[in-house]
């Protein structure tokens, strides 16, 4: 009984062996098609003799690496990235060989050189240092850097004078604002003196036309008056000569 299950294990372990040993021939069958047509500069077929090979073996730096690499050549940025972003989980594993540091570092410089083509400079920046920290030997990722911190320079600026601009018009506006205010309150304060000294006028003009009012009324009663006195002095005298 247990010699049967000894070869039990003993089988199970051959096929799970031949298992292993057959997917890292395709892995590196794969990856080496790969490098071909990478080479050739065919980078659209690289990435799917890549993919094959990183299907079989999703742990493979090499296949996931290259990958990106052959992504990056299509301008696929963000797929280059993803693939990026999986080899740098890997950082500490791949820090321990000479092979992995170089690939560690091709990948910042690369995803620097993403950052740049998207203008996120500052990202692009702590990309570099980042690759020159794992191989400071590398006189295109300096180069690369230092472009990088020049151009971050010159858009932090262009962010501050534009910046400086938008509060100089804003200072504008509110000047103006302030002047149209100041403007319109003389405007106001005008025409209310404007009203005020028309309304004496306006009384003025109403007692005027009282006084020519009674004026007129009081021409008119003497009128009467006097018609009035001259008729009753034509009857008197209608009267006195009547007596004689």
């Not at 006189?139 to 962010?159: C, V």
């Not at 910046?163 to 100089?168: F, I, K, R, S």
């Not at 018609?227 to 008197?236: C, F, L, P, T």
């Amino acid at each position: 009984m247990k010699y049967i299950r000894k070869t039990i294990v003993w089988s199970i372990a051959l096929l799970f062996g031949s298992g292993v040993v057959f997917a890292q021939k395709a892995e590196r069958k794969n990856v080496r098609e790969g490098n071909k047509l990478y080479t050739a500069e065919k980078y659209t077929e690289a990435e799917i003799a890549y993919r094959k090979g990183v299907d079989v073996n999703p742990r493979s730096a090499e296949g996931t690496y290259n990958l990106g690499n052959a992504l990056y050549k299509q301008g696929k940025f963000p797929e280059a990235a993803e693939q990026y972003q999986l080899i740098a989980g890997q950082s500490q594993k791949m820090m321990e060989t000479n092979e992995g540091k170089e690939r560690l570092a091709g990948v910042y410089h690369n995803v620097g050189n993403i950052f740049m083509q998207e203008k996120d400079y500052g990202k692009s920046v702590e990309a570099y240092k980042q690759s020159l920290r794992i191989n400071p030997k590398d006189d295109e990722t300096r180069y690369n850097l230092a472009l990088a911190q020049k151009l971050l320079e010159d858009q932090q600026n262009e962010d501050q004078g534009q910046d400086q601009q938008q509060d100089e018009q804003n200072q504008d506006q509110e000047q103006n604002q302030d002047q149209q205010d100041q403007q319109q309150n003389q405007d106001d304060q005008k025409e209310n003196k404007t009203q005020e000294e028309e309304q004496p006028n306006e009384q003025m003009s109403q007692d005027n036309a009282q006084q020519i009012l009674d004026a007129f009324l009081q021409d008119e009663k003497d009128t009467q008056e006097k018609v009035k006195k001259a008729q009753m002095e034509q009857r008197e005298r209608r009267r006195t000569e009547k007596e004689w």
